[in-house]
C-alpha cells in the first residue's frame, strides 16, 4: 500500500487537487482496493479528483486503529486533550484560505461565504476545549453511610457520518466534542464533498494527535457508511443526513446497540405576522431558503405569512428576489452559488416541475442567466395558492424553492406548521413579543429564532423533534452524545456485616 505524506494537494488556479488519499491509523492511504471515485466542482460540472473509494475492508482497519488506542485516549488527561485541540483550532485558522477553496470548490458555497465558514471552525475546537476538564458526573444521597456518584465516561470509537452540505463544521461540530470527551473517531464524508475532511486531518496529524484517535474514510454511503454503521465495535454513531438514511442508519446501529445521534431533515416554517417589519420578514425569508442555495437542513421552505400583509411581503420579496446574484462561486459578488450535484439539480428541477402541477410559480423557476455552463444553477423558486398537503409543501427538496402560505388565526397557523413529519426549526417575525413567544412554545420544533435568522453556534444545542432527529449537537447538552454514565456506590461502614441497615428495594 503506498503511503504519502499529505492528503491532497490542491491546484486553485486549475481548480483541481492531486494525490487525494484517506486518513487511517496517522497515516494517508488509498483504499485498500485501490478503487477511487471522482469527485466534481457543482460551478462547472469538472472533475476535481479522483478520490479513494473504502470499502469494508478500509473501516475495519480504520475501527481497528480506533479501538487500539480508544482506552489511551480516554485515559489521556482532559487538559492535554485540550491542549491538542487548541492547536487544531490554530492550525484551522492558520489554513483557512485553502479549506476555504477546497470547501467552496468541492461543495459550491460561494468563497466568501466558504472563508466566513472556515472562519468559524476553531470556535467549535476552542469550546469543547475549553469543556474537557469541566464536563463530570455528580455525587448522589443515598440512605446509609455510603458515597455514591456517577463518572461520565467516553463511549469508545464513534462513528461520523456526514452530509455534503456543510461538510467540514457539520464534521468538526460532532468530532469536537467526541475527542474533548475521550472518544477516538471515524468520520465518513458525503462522497460528494470529502476534500475538506481529508486537508482537516492533515491538520489533526501536525496537531499531535496520536495515531488511530482521528480517522478519515472516504467513499459511497451504501458501502463505507454502512459498513461503518454496522460495525460492532463502533460505540456511537452522530448521523447527519436525510431522515431516509438515517432510519437506516439506526437500524443498523440497534444490531450492535450502538447509541445513535440523528441530524435529520426539515421543513422548517417562516412565519410572518401582521405587525413584522416587512423588510426584515423578507430578509429572513431569504436567508432562509436561498442559504446555500437551499442546501441547509433548517431551511424556510414554507413561508406562513399573515393574510393582512400578504401581498405587500410578495412585493418586496420579488424586488429583493431579483437582487440576488446567483453564480460561479469564486465570482465576485456571487450570493448564491451552483446546488452541489447532478443528482441534487435533477431533484430540485423535478420538484419545480411538480410545483407547476401543485400551485402557481409567483418567482423563478429555471435557470438564473449567465450561469456557467455545466454548473448546477437554478433560480430561486417561490410558488403561491400552494395547499398544505401539497407534496412541495410537505417533503424536503433541498434547494432554493418555498411555498408561501397565509394564515389568519394563531390556532390555525399552529395547527397548519406542526401537521408535518419534520420538527427542526422555525423562524417567527413580529412585534408583540407575548403573540410571539405563545406561538414558539406550541410549535414542535427544536429550535426557534425570534426576529432573526439561523446562524449556528458552538454553544446552543441543534437539533430536531419528530423525524427531524434525536439527541442534540452543540451545547453543552451535547455531551450526553458522546459519553455514558458509570453509577459508583462506596460503602463507608467499618465493615459490611456492621453496617447500617441496608436501604433499597430488595432485588
Ligand atoms: P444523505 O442521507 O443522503 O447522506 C448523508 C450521509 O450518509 C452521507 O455521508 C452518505 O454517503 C451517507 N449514507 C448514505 N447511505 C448510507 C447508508 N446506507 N449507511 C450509512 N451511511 C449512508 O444526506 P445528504 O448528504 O443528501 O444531506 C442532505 C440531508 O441532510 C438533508 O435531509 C438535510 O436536511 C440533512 N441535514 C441535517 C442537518 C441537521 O443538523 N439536522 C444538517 C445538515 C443536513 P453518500 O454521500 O455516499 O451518499
Known amino acids: 500500500m503506498s503511503v504519502t505524506t499529505h ?114 471552525i476553531p470556535l467549535w475546537l476552542d469550546y469543547w476545549a475549553s469543556l474537557a476538564d469541566k464536563v463530570g458526573g455528580r455525587t448522589i444521597e443515598v440512605p446509609g453511610n455510603k458515597l455514591s456518584f456517577t463518572l461520565l465516561e467516553p463511549l469508545g470509537v464513534t462513528a461520523h457520518i456526514v452530509p455534503w452540505n456543510y461538510p467540514l463544521l457539520i464534521m468538526v461540530r460532532s468530532c469536537a466534542p467526541a475527542l474533548a470527551l475521550g472518544n477516538t473517531c471515524v468520520v465518513k464524508p458525503a462522497e460528494d464533498t470529502s476534500l475538506s475532511a481529508l486537508k482537516f486531518a492533515e491538520l489533526v496529524k501536525e496537531a499531535g494527535f496520536p495515531d488511530g484517535v482521528f480517522n478519515v474514510v472516504t467513499g459511497f454511503g451504501t458501502e463505507a457508511g454502512a459498513s461503518l454503521a454496522a460495525h460492532p465495535d463502533v460505540a456511537g454513531i452522530t ?76 412585493q418586496k420579496l420579488t424586488a429583493r428576489l431579483e ?20 443528482k441534487q439539480y435533477d431533484r430540485v428541477r423535478d420538484y419545480i416541475e411538480i410545483g407547476k402541477t401543485e400551485g402557481t410559480l409567483h418567482y423563478g423557476g429555471g435557470r438564473p442567466a449567465g450561469a456557467p ?39 390555525e397557523l399552529v395547527e397548519a406548521v406542526n401537521d408535518s413529519i419534520y420538527g427542526l426549526f422555525a423562524v417567527l417575525l413580529g412585534s408583540d413579543i407575548k403573540k410571539l413567544l405563545s406561538t414558539a412554545r406550541r410549535l414542535q420544533v ?31 447538552e451535547a455531551v450526553h452524545g458522546y459519553t455514558q454514565v458509570k453509577h459508583v456506590s462506596v460503602n463507608l461502614d467499618p465493615s459490611l456485616r456492621a453496617g447500617s441497615d441496608w436501604a433499597g428495594a430488595p432485588l
Open 7 to 120: 492528503a491532497l494537494t490542491l491546484d486553485a488556479d486549475a481548480r483541481t487537487a492531486d494525490q487525494v488519499a484517506m486518513f487511517v491509523d496517522g497515516q494517508f492511504v488509498p483504499a485498500a482496493a485501490g478503487a477511487t471515485f471522482p469527485t466534481v466542482d457543482p460551478n462547472t460540472g469538472r472533475t476535481i479528483a479522483e478520490v479513494p473509494r473504502a470499502d469494508g475492508t478500509d473501516v475495519d482497519r480504520a475501527v481497528a486503529a480506533a479501538k487500539r488506542v480508544a482506552v489511551e485516549w480516554q485515559f489521556t488527561d482532559a487538559i492535554a486533550r485540550a491542549a491538542l485541540l487548541r492547536n487544531l483550532a490554530a492550525l484551522v485558522t492558520e489554513h483557512a484560505d485553502e479549506l476555504a477553496r477546497l470547501e467552496a470548490l468541492d461543495s459550491g458555497h460561494y468563497l466568501a461565504k466558504a472563508s466566513e465558514l472556515m472562519g468559524a
Open 239 to 314: 448521523f447527519t443526513g436525510s431522515t431516509e438514511t438515517g432510519k437506516t442508519v439506526a437500524k443498523l446501529a440497534a444490531d450492535h446497540v450502538a447509541q445513535v445521534n440523528l441530524e435529520l431533515g426539515g421543513k422548517s416554517p417562516t412565519i410572518v405576522f401582521p405587525d413584522a417589519d416587512l423588510d426584515d420578514a423578507v430578509e429572513a425569508a431569504v436567508q432562509g431558503f436561498c442559504s446555500h442555495t437551499g442546501q441547509v437542513c433548517v431551511a424556510g421552505t414554507r413561508l406562513f405569512v399573515h393574510a393582512d400583509v400578504r401581498e405587500q411581503f410578495l
Open 323 to 342: 437582487q440576488t446574484q446567483v453564480g460561479d462561486g469564486f465570482a465576485d459578488g456571487t450570493q448564491m452559488g451552483p446546488l452541489v450535484s447532478q
Open 373 to 411: 455552463e455545466g454548473g448546477y444553477f437554478v433560480e430561486p423558486t417561490v410558488f403561491v395558492d400552494v395547499a398544505h398537503d401539497a407534496r412541495i409543501a410537505r417533503e424536503e427538496i433541498f434547494g432554493p424553492v418555498a411555498s408561501v402560505h397565509s394564515w389568519s388565526t394563531e390556532d
Open 446 to 476: 427544536g429550535g426557534v429564532m425570534i426576529n432573526d435568522w439561523f446562524g449556528e453556534l458552538p454553544m446552543t444545542p441543534h437539533g430536531g423533534h419528530k423525524q427531524s432527529g434525536t439527541g442534540r449537537e452543540e451545547g453543552i
